[in-house]
């Protein structure tokens, strides 16, 4: 159970009572709750692993998309990790992070001309183009500025990964990139290498997420290689890029199973390795691009129970001051996450199974089904979800108009706010008050 929380994270019993060397009960005092704490440790070992797991030839591009928040973009900057951006709005975070222009990538499937331009103002290294309309505009936009855009071309290899079908991204049927099977890659490849101001470097794929077997892997790099091999023999270009996506799984209860980062890194160089010498290609620069897996399992959420509620022989119910406004993955992929009572209380209390419920006006408003949890868990009791640093506060909503909460680094006894909690006020902000005449 505590294996998912982060490995700084400090128990009595089953209770969490610190994290990063902070007390929870400090946090949750002087932060409020819900509050997402990150743990720095974890954040940037994961980051360091990666880099040490694939080495300095592999670029490590840091998917901004799981968390996307200035100070984890200058975190990963300074571990020497490439980013993955795939809005202006990831973009002008990255900006404001000093994050090295040279080492982006810009995503997306539908990129506006104004998210072109400003990645041409702002340098940004590489450009992975979707689809023929991007191709002419991306063209259209470097003619118009006087700027040569690397290019990789986002390829959809066919391959279905064994993961949700939210987040399967690999198989024909998907909005993303250029299918191989129908040969609009090739396609794309013939036109981006006669279109002016594009400068095709390579070819991308991805998967999808959260991918525990590496089967998936292997079979895409066998395929993007051979569309490699095949660039070379129809137009005589060696493309020396091949960026394999992100999607690596994370452990978000005991009953998962990961691929260990390890093997995972061998299987991609095993197949790059295997796949160029049969087809006689120099190996192309590696790229991966993680982003749960370096992010998640540094988060853990806070939460305040509010009230508790036995429908007897059927339920017990605990609900917390967040919910799907903060972690949608349960609401929307049927996510499972682990939770534990925290800060103090006793230790010996029997566990019984209880589930957690978000405030928010929906039936599917639960975090997590069935938890073991303290037989005396009552209002004011805090609760501590692990494996939340991914795609928590980077889906988070103001649905019911719940103020989004603050973020916090803790690390060696250290708190450094990430992100501040909204105020009701900024819940407003934007709404416009009619005049006495509109209404
Ligand atoms: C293009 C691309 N790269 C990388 C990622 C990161 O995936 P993950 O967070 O599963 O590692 C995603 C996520 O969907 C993606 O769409």
Do not use: W
Request: glycine share 10%; with cysteine.
């Amino acid at each position: 159970m505590t294996a998912v929380f982060p490995a700084s994270a400090t128990f009595s019993g089953p209770r969490l009572v610190a994290v990063g060397g902070v007390p929870v009960t400090e946090l949750a005092a002087r932060f409020g709750t819900p509050l997402y704490v990150l743990d720095r440790a974890e954040l940037v070992g994961r980051m360091r692993a990666y880099r040490r797991a694939f080495g300095d030839e592999v670029a490590v591009t840091y998917a901004a998309k799981a968390l996307c928040v200035t100070g984890v973009l200058q975190l990963a900057a300074a571990e020497g990790l490439h980013l993955d951006v795939a809005s202006a709005g990831e973009l002008h975070t990255a900006a404001r992070a000093a994050f090295p222009m040279e080492r982006v990538l810009f995503h997306g499937n539908n990129k506006s001309d104004d998210e072109l331009e400003m990645a041409a103002r702002l340098g940004v290294g590489r450009i992975a183009v979707d689809s023929f309309t991007e191709l002419a505009r991306l063209s259209a936009v470097g003619q118009r500025r006087g700027h040569t855009f690397p290019v990789l071309l986002r390829v959809t290899p066919g391959v279905l990964a064994e993961t949700h079908a939210f987040v399967a991204t690999g198989q024909d049927d998907v909005k993303f990139g250029f299918t191989l099977r129908a040969g609009l890659a090739h396609e794309a490849a013939a036109r981006a290498l006669t279109l002016p101001c594009l400068e095709l470097i390579g070819a991308h794929c991805h998967l999808g997420s959260q991918i525990s077997a590496e089967g998936g892997f292997s079979a895409a790099v066998a395929l993007l290689v051979g569309f490699l091999a095949d660039i070379r023999d129809r137009y005589g270009v060696v493309l020396d890029e091949l960026n394999v996506g992100g999607g690596l799984g994370i452990a978000y209860t005991d009953d998962d199973v990961t691929l260990p980062l390890d093997r995972y890194a061998a299987t991609l160089y095993g197949a790059v390795r295997r796949e160029t010498a049969r087809r006689r290609l120099p190996e192309p620069r590696l790229a991966v691009e993680p982003g749960r897996s370096i992010a998640g399992p540094a988060g853990v959420t806070l939460y305040t129970v509010g009230t508790v509620k036995e429908v007897p022989g059927v339920r017990v119910y605990a609900s917390v001051d967040g919910g799907m406004s903060d972690n949608l993955r349960p609401a929307l992929y049927g996510a499972r996450y682990t939770v534990v009572a925290a800060g103090p209380g006793s230790t010996t209390a029997a566990l019984r199974p209880v589930t957690v419920a978000g405030k928010h006006c929906e039936t599917g408003d639960i975090l997590v089904r069935d938890a073991p949890l303290p037989a005396d868990l009552a209002e004011g009791g805090l609760l501590a979800v692990a494996a939340t640093g991914a795609y928590g506060h980077a889906m988070a909503s103001n649905y019911n108009r719940l103020p989004r909460p603050a973020m916090v680094l803790v690390d060696g006894g250290r708190v450094a706010e990430l992100v501040h909690r909204e105020t009701l006020d900024h819940v407003v902000a934007r709404d416009v008050v009619l005049n006495d005449e509109q209404i």
